[in-house]
Each structure stands twice: as C-alpha cells, then as structure tokens.
C-alpha cells in the first residue's frame, strides 16, 4: 500500500517549457488535491477533484491544468512554466467525506530558471 | 485564502517540555484537523477533532476545540528531538470539499 505518490521529486524548467506532474493514489479515494507550499505563503490549493472525469479551480488555478481520467490518477500540467511557478507541489487525497483526512505525497520540487 | 491562523510562528523548547500551538479562524466549521510536516516531506495528518467536541487525546497530543471562540489548541507533552517539524491545523466547512490552511507552527525540540 504506497499511498499517494507523486512524480517525479525533483525538476528544474527553463522558462516556457512545459511538464506534467503525476499524482497517484491506490486507496480508492474520491477527492483529490493540488497544493503549491511556498515559504510564507502556506499551502495554496491550485486545483481540485470530486471524483473521476471531474476537475474544480481552487485558489490559485492561473498557469495550470488538470486531469483526472482515472480515479486513481491526477495530473497537474503546466503548459508554459515562468519563474513564479518555482514551489513546491503536493498532491493529497482522500475519501468522499468531510471527515475524513487528507493523505498527502511526499511533493515535487519544481525550479524555473 | 488562509482562514486558520496559527500562533505562535515559531517555537524552540527543550527536550521533555511541553509545546503548545494555537489555532484560530474565522467562519463555522464541520471539523479542524491538525497536520505534521517533517523537513522536505509532505504533510501527515495527526488529528481530527469534530465541531462538537471539545476536547480530543492521541498519544501524546491533546487537542482543544472552542467554537465560541474560534479557536483550537494543539499540546504536544513530554517533547522528543523527533517532533521538530512544522504543523499546520485546517478547518473544513464540510459543504466545499476544501480544507482552509493556516501558516503554521515551527516547533524546534533541542535535545
């Protein structure tokens, strides 16, 4: 049982390129999260999902993109990257249930230049 | 935006002390949940404590909930080197599916 895991750890850009960040978890969990954690700042949520086939904006959405096509799975594009994306990006989930806590990778450590 | 605000930002103590970090926020809410984030990791959830409890024990933690006031406490008894990380704690309205976060607590254990 892995959990949430993320990929890929580490990766520096240069300026306009593109990526894709992958999320996945094996505990059948319905809700999904974006987060960017930068220093001051705590974590912002960029995008979320209630479910399979469904996506939702979250604080700060601008510059990203998301998919959800299996429920195991949820990827956070960035189709131009600029300098202001360097952060730090966590995935977590869990089940469908306001009580319930939320289960987080361990993060992808992304530097623009 | 941040709702949950915790207090203090900082906090160094000793080995075997106590550590006690404040969580305060701003609307009504289904649950506050109290997080662990160790040195490049990511956050591990700790403590879940319903609106209508007041107060909720694991282990050595011990946390408080006060809905007149809007306010939550996180104790951590007897210190180890182990628990120096930051925590966060997040409130949930229950009805939007997000978890509103704080900044966080810095704890120092020095041994």
């Known amino acids: 049982n892995a959990g949430v895991t993320q990929t890929p750890k580490f990766r520096v850009l240069k300026t306009g390129q593109s990526m894709t960040l992958l999320c996945a978890q094996d505990?059948?969990?319905?809700?999904m999260y974006w987060y960017r954690q930068d220093p001051g700042m705590g974590l912002r949520l960029i995008h979320y999902?209630?479910?399979?086939?469904?996506?939702a904006k979250g604080e700060v959405p601008d510059g990203y993109n998301v998919s959800r096509l299996k429920k195991q799975n949820f990827l956070l594009g960035l189709e131009s990257a600029a300098p202001s994306q360097t952060s730090v990006y966590f995935c977590?989930?869990?089940?469908?249930?306001?009580?319930?806590?939320?289960?987080f990778g361990n993060g992808t450590r992304l530097t623009v230049t | 935006s941040q709702q949950g605000e915790e207090d203090p930002q900082a906090l160094s103590i000793q080995e075997g002390e106590n550590a006690t970090m404040n969580c305060s926020y701003k609307?009504?809410?289904?649950?506050l949940q109290w997080y662990r984030q160790n040195s490049g990791r990511g956050l591990v959830h700790l403590i879940l404590?319903?609106?209508n409890e007041r107060e909720k024990h694991s282990g050595r933690l011990r946390v408080t909930l006060d809905t007149s006031k809007k306010s939550s406490s996180l104790l951590i008894t007897a210190s180890r080197a182990a628990d120096t990380a930051s925590y966060f704690c997040?409130?949930?309205?229950?009805?939007?599916?997000?978890?509103?976060w704080g900044l966080g607590t810095s704890l120092a254990v020095n041994p």
């Open positions: 609307t009504s809410i289904n649950n």
């Open positions: 999902s209630v479910g399979e086939g469904t996506t």
């Open positions: 404590i319903r609106s």
């Open positions: 505990m059948n969990h319905e809700y």
């Open positions: 977590a989930s869990r089940l469908m249930s306001y009580n319930s806590p939320l289960h």
């Open positions: 997040a409130t949930d309205e229950g009805n939007n599916r997000k978890l509103i």
